[in-house]
């Protein structure tokens, strides 16, 4: 725990740091006293005192702080001749500007630095990996397979996403895919923004080649020689010819990794000329993911009468090979719907009437059972060094591209397209520091850098109590002459604040509906 903690510290400590940094650096170019700078907020733990300013450290580490003299608007006929040149309020529209703008700007700096070095040293970053691709898809149609791997665009080598727009140079007439370790061609007729927008909808989530006998015995589908789960149940169906399936002696309960000898033999030899989920259901294997993992308190499924364990064959006598098989089935079906299951090796029929919700304006049926199918860990690669000028664009790149990205995804999040769920709190924020710190370290700078950004971009929103706001009070101030009637300012900033509260409030509500 206390390790997670430091690690929260340290990811988002410096992010605040430089935030504040770039309003006191503006601050002080402008000649304005800064009479506290503090890292946190609440009470100050440290603090010490050099020149005008005190500099503190705080007990809450979500954000900070730089208290600048003659910040107070109403109090600009307060402040003396001889002391006009060191307060805020009585400088130029335009050094206010920066002053306020200041703090955004430094996280969009400290996030273009990051990439840069980055770049120079080389940094480990998730393959570019095509999730499951359905026989009907658009991306089965060009001649993509399954966890494909993106290795080449135009023959020019990409390790990132944002390789894909760079090298194609516009356009992608061809892309090199590693399929089951073999390098293919695909030939394609696409801009780079086509290509992700057609993307998004294979989310590199492919099974762990896990499944369950009907007698309730677990085993692994392999490729190659001895037991391996170097590729996934959905790669696995991609080539024909013959796999073998072995014993495994459980699942490690930290890492859902299935643990097994390696020097174990096959106890079955697959062909699969017809096809991977043909050649396990005639041998009586089945997928994880149509074991049921539990099954909700009071649902249709528990009602009628369905267990953890079970195993899902059939749904009104169509046989289903996956549980997104079945979820589809379930939507599509009218009224009852008759599910067969295999439970310690007997055959079992049950008929469920699903629940009809409606989420996000879409009609869904649910039964109320969870899958048991394990997801393979995403692999990393390492990208090359890059020289220095080739690294300062693709950093601007970068951090341009990260920008674009965080305001397209708050404009989904207004206009509902994604769900205000999908927002995280401290805990989701510890979460991802801590986990990014356990994958690499460049993973985790690469987080710091795009989180950098986020909080360059919220703090620009129109808000009262934002930079941003007081960007608009500014421009407001420039039209009408003066600032705003405190009557005005006050409203605006309670308002301001009630959004504040609402988000934070909301985020945390989802961080504990997440993790407790």
Excluded: C
């Amino acid at each position: 725990m206390l390790e997670k903690i430091v690690i929260f510290i340290l990811f988002l400590g410096p992010l605040v740091f430089f935030h504040e940094l770039g309003h006191f650096l503006f601050a002080r170019l402008f000649g304005v006293r800064v009479e506290v700078f503090s890292i946190g907020f609440g009470p100050k733990l440290f603090r010490w005192k050099k020149g005008d300013t005190e500099y503190a450290i705080s007990l809450i580490p979500l954000g900070g702080y730089v208290k600048m003299f003659g910040d107070d608007p109403f109090n600009k006929d307060g402040i003396s001749e001889e002391e006009k040149k060191f307060s805020f309020i009585h400088k130029k529209k335009w050094q206010r500007f920066w002053i306020v703008f200041g703090g955004p700007l430094a996280n969009f700096i400290l996030a273009f630095f990051i990439f840069f070095a980055l770049f120079l040293t080389g940094e480990k970053v998730p393959e570019i990996k095509i999730g499951n691709v359905a026989k009907e898809t658009r991306f089965y149609k060009l001649g993509f397979r399954s966890g494909d791997i993106v290795n080449k665009v135009n023959e020019h080598l990409v390790t990132s996403p944002s390789d894909i727009v760079l090298e194609s140079d516009g356009h992608i007439s061809s892309l090199t895919v590693v399929r089951l370790g073999k390098k293919e061609v695909v030939k394609v007729d696409m801009k780079p923004e086509q290509f992700f927008e057609e993307m998004v909808n294979y989310p590199p989530f492919l099974l762990l080649p896990i499944v369950k006998s009907a007698d309730g015995n677990l085993f692994i589908v392999s490729k190659g020689k001895g037991p391996n789960i170097d590729y996934s149940l959905e790669e696995l169906a991609v080539e024909g010819g013959h796999l073998d399936i072995y014993p495994i002696k459980s699942i490690d309960n930290e890492t859902s990794q299935p643990i097994f000898d390696k020097d174990a033999k096959p106890v079955t030899h697959l062909d699969v000329t017809n096809g991977l989920k043909h050649a396990l259901f005639t041998n009586n294997y089945f997928p994880m993911d149509l074991v049921v993992k539990s099954v909700q308190m009071k649902s249709p499924a528990d009602k009628a009468g369905l267990l953890a364990g079970d195993i899902i064959t059939t749904v009104n006598g169509k046989e289903v090979n996956s549980f997104d098989e079945l979820r589809g089935e379930i939507q599509e079906n009218e009224g009852q719907a008759s599910l067969k299951v295999i439970r310690k090796g007997e055959i079992k029929e049950f008929n469920i009437t699903p629940d009809v919700r409606t989420e996000n304006g879409v009609t869904v049926k649910l039964i109320g059972v969870y899958s048991n199918g394990i997801y393979a860990a995403g692999k990393y690669v390492t990208t090359e060094p890059m020289n220095f000028f080739k690294a300062i664009p693709r950093s601007f790149y970068r951090t341009w591209d990260g920008v674009v990205k965080t305001f397209e995804g708050f404009k989904k999040l207004i206009t509902a397209e994604v769900s205000l769920k999908n927002i995280g709190g401290p805990l989701t924020i510890g979460k991802v520091a801590s986990d990014s710190f356990n994958t690499s370290i460049s993973y985790f700078f690469q987080l710091m850098a795009l989180i950098s950004i986020n909080l360059g971009v919220i703090n620009l929103f129109p808000i009262p109590v934002l930079d941003g706001g007081h960007i608009v009070f500014l421009i407001l101030e420039a039209i009408n002459g003066g600032p705003l009637s405190r009557r005005k300012l006050e409203i605006a900033q309670q308002f301001g604040l009630s959004i504040l509260l609402l988000l934070m409030i909301g985020a945390l509500f989802n961080d504990f509906t997440r993790f407790f």
